[in-house]
């Protein structure tokens, strides 16, 4: 199916670079810069497979985000000339506020989580002549975030293991769908925001109270139930890491590449910079960085 879904998205999304980043101790590892992609994030692979697979387009798009997926969802509202609704919690950064607003989007601030503010979306979704696109869960939006794995499948030879930043969990059962067992899959979460690593431990999705440096854009309060089913098949293993390591992985994009991740977007790479994930030798690691959308006013100067 992800192969379907490349062909249908086509050129509508970018082939986005990878580059090689020395660590402190020596390590190397290859970063997948999916922040590369239009609007800042992997989202729009997503949101290009569920709105070009409907029977027909409707006239409008309606979504429920941490700032990301809107984005992403009044990106392809806007080139498929279609209008959109996003609905947003109160606490979504202002810059992602901010440009969701330039894309042409009607914004309705709700709630004080991801969850409080996809329950108020679910009207205006249920409208005649509109589709909500789901911001994390479905097997379209896995489909189209699966696309991320088969351009690292082309681009990096070899691969052994892949870490991705889990937030509800679409992005990485992408990509997993797409390696299955055969690679290595690691789920990265901040230690506020760990969905996956809750359901792991209850057996099960559970609800949790998502928080912390990275929630705005990782704060879903449940894995999804298709990402939970994908992870599971492909055995993805799980690891935590904390705001402070976040943020140091942030500013080592920052200093060594001068790329201006949001933490969502570093989060996978704090687990190697940190030492909770640590390669064999020889072990060719590819970690995504999944996000740009933060105001980069806090990154250091040097």
């Not at 009044?74 to 330039?102: E, G, N």
């Not at 996978?268 to 995504?288: H, I, N, Q, T």
Request: contains cysteine; negative net charge; hydrophobic residues 50%.
């Amino acid at each position: 199916m992800i192969e379907d879904v490349a062909a249908l998205i086509g050129d509508r999304v970018r082939r986005t670079p990878v580059v090689e980043l020395g660590l402190p101790g020596g390590q190397a590892v290859t970063l997948k810069l999916e922040l590369l992609q239009h609007t800042g994030s992997f989202k729009p692979r997503g949101a290009f497979a569920n709105v070009l697979s409907a029977p027909s387009l409707p006239s409008t798009l309606v979504a429920a985000s941490g700032g990301n997926h809107g984005l992403a969802v009044a990106y392809v509202a806007r080139v498929l000339d279609l209008t959109a609704q996003i609905f947003v919690p109160q606490s979504a950064p202002a810059v992602k506020v901010a440009r969701l607003r330039s894309l042409g989007a009607e914004v309705h601030q709700v709630g004080a989580t991801y969850q409080e503010a996809y329950a108020a979306s679910a009207s205006a979704a249920a409208a005649d002549d509109a589709l909500g696109v789901h911001a994390y869960d479905g097997v379209l939006t896995l489909a189209g975030q699966g696309t991320t794995g088969r351009e690292i499948a082309e681009q990096v030879t070899d691969v052994d293991s892949v870490l991705v930043a889990v937030g509800g969990g679409g992005f990485l059962g992408g990509i997993a769908s797409w390696f299955g067992s055969q690679r290595r899959m690691v789920a990265v979460e901040p230690e506020g925001s760990a969905t996956y690593a809750a359901a792991l431990a209850a057996g099960q999705p559970v609800d949790i109270s998502p928080g912390g440096l990275a929630s705005d854009s990782l704060g879903a309060s449940r894995i999804g139930s298709s990402a939970w089913q994908a992870m599971r098949a492909a055995d993805v293993a799980s690891l935590v890491v904390s705001d402070d390591e976040i943020v140091a992985a942030r500013e080592l994009l920052w200093r060594e590449l001068r790329i201006a991740a949001e933490p969502g977007g570093a989060v996978a790479l704090a687990a190697v910079l940190s030492g909770r994930y640590r390669p064999a030798p020889g072990e060719k690691v590819v970690v995504v960085v999944c996000g740009a959308n933060a105001d980069p006013a806090d990154l250091p100067l040097d």
